[in-house]
């Protein structure tokens, strides 16, 4: 994730006019077709306890997460993604950019290797080859491309060329001269290297993979770009950016950074190429140089980013055309080191309870459930039964929460333990304050999630029906199928 360094222009009201929009416009929607736009995860490994790959594939299924991005090409992870209809993007790490861009014999044992031995039983949509390269790897730039296209022979000697499509994500630090959008360009310095991969990419309609973070145009450009216009919030009139070439008003750097692609482009006398945001997202916990890292942020710009992406928003230069996008990322990498964001870009805990609750309501199937409004208090595992015992003793004494099924001879005291007991104790208090701030914490031994534990406790085992997924999934349901039968 590099930073997206910019030289911010007071945007005046002057009037330049743009021609062969039209043109542009027909072209992108030709390549584009069809296909609905829609928004996918990047699944880091810098985990700890990560899910197993069977695991990880139930879990996504749980969350109606139906497009993914892996940074390599797990042979496990692509095993149990079959017949799953998950649609995938798979990584060729920048160590092996070498190996595959100076043997091309060594590209097609790749793509028979992780290609055609899973598709198409595993939906392999991609191949994301190399991840910012030209501007974190340099010194590999001349063998980018090389790189690209064995990779992309390999496919076609395969017939997949079609199908499984071939580019390279790329840094926004790369473009130059970024607002306004239409005065955008690549980095010339690497122009040499870059025409060739955009012709590439157009020749074989591929699409250009952008890693595009409003977030660190926000902290670069403090006190000049508003926080409400990173976190796609509404604007008055006088906080709108202008273009003052096109004319264009922007509520929203996001819009702004990819038109600021597709200027670059057109710069390069390419007009035909769709821009896909292969990462995005804001951290939501970070030190005291990063303030505005934080669990608030972090929701609304996601939660704001999975409406902008699914209602098909578009952006001013392109109002037709939505990009789909990647956020960054599924779990918290807590095995990353400094800074604290690093570890914090997540929209789960390692363990799948979610970092916040997403509000995606009315955003179509993405995300199990609208959790805007169905929000429990559960017991935390791990905690000391003593401490959940004090914290279950005075939900139901002093808490004054509806403690009457969970007593002998009622529907909801098995299983007798004090950690169901106590998740029903505290959901029922959590929800009694109107889920109020603070009224699940019990002393640090409860948690919010999305599962109801009034509802899965009752058929005497614990399992998730929300965004709370615990780990050996496969398991519980197995038991849970067992524990039915037998009435």
């Known amino acids: 994730m590099a930073s997206f360094n910019l030289t911010l222009l007071l945007f005046l009201f002057l009037f330049s006019p743009f021609s062969g929009q039209g043109k542009f416009i027909a072209d992108i929607q030709h390549i584009q077709g069809k296909d609905e736009p829609y928004i996918g995860v990047n699944i880091g490994t810098d985990v700890s306890n990560l899910l197993s790959p069977s695991d990880l594939v139930s879990f996504l299924q749980l969350q109606k997460i139906n497009h993914v991005r892996i940074y390599d090409a797990n042979p496990d992870l692509l095993k149990a993604l079959a017949r799953t209809k998950i649609r995938v993007i798979i990584g060729v790490p920048n160590n092996q950019l070498i190996a595959i861009g100076s043997s091309n014999a060594t590209a097609a044992a790749w793509i028979g290797r992780n290609v055609a031995a899973f598709y198409p ?14 501007t974190t790897m340099p010194s590999t730039a001349p063998l980018l491309l090389p790189a690209i296209e064995s990779l992309y022979n390999a496919l076609v000697a395969s ?38 991969i955009v012709k590439f990419l157009s020749k074989t309609h591929s699409p250009l993979m952008m890693n595009l973070y409003p977030y660190y145009v926000f902290m670069e450009n403090k006190g000049v770009v508003p926080l409400e216009n990173s976190l796609f919030k509404p604007l008055t009139p006088s906080k709108e950016m202008v273009d003052p070439n096109t004319l264009l008003h922007y509520t929203n750097v996001y819009d702004a950074m990819i038109d600021s692609a597709y200027f670059s482009m057109k710069n390069l006398n390419i007009t035909d190429v769709v821009v896909l945001v292969s990462e995005t997202g804001w951290p939501s916990k970070g030190d005291s140089k990063e303030p505005y890292a934080t669990l608030d942020n972090s929701d609304t710009f996601n939660s704001n980013l999975i409406k902008h992406v699914i209602d098909r928003l578009g952006t001013p230069f392109h109002p037709e055309i939505t990009s789909s996008a990647y956020i960054y990322e599924l779990f918290n990498e807590d095995l990353r080191s400094s800074p604290i964001s690093e570890a914090n870009w997540g929209l789960f805990y390692g363990n799948t309870t979610p970092v916040y609750l997403l509000h995606v309501s009315g955003s179509g199937t993405f995300m199990a459930n609208d959790t805007t409004n169905q929000t429990y208090c559960i017991a935390m595992d791990g905690m000391d039964k003593k401490t959940l015992q004090t914290a279950l003793d005075w939900a139901c004494g002093p808490g004054r929460a509806n403690c009457s099924e969970i007593q ?30 603070g009224s699940c914490d019990f002393k640090g031994v409860a948690m919010i999630t999305t599962s109801d534990p009034s509802r899965s406790e009752r058929r005497g085992i614990w399992f998730a029906t929300g965004s709370l997924l615990p780990v050996g999934y496969s398991k519980v349901m197995k038991m849970l199928s067992v524990k039915l039968s037998e009435g």
Do not use: W
């Not at 080859?129 to 030209?134: F, H, I, N, P, R």
């Open 121 to 134: 039983e595993t939906a392999i949509i991609a191949v994301a080859v190399g991840d910012e390269v030209l």
């Open 408 to 437: 002998p001879g009622e529907p909801c005291f098995q299983p007798n333990n004090v950690q169901n007991h106590a998740s029903y104790a505290f959901n029922s208090y959590y929800q009694m304050e109107g889920r109020a701030y």
């Open 159 to 196: 017939n997949l060329q079609n199908a499984v499509k071939v580019s390279t994500p790329h840094s926004a630090s790369l473009i130059l001269d970024p607002f306004p959008p239409s005065q955008a360009f690549f980095n010339t310095s690497m122009s040499q290297y870059l025409l060739p």
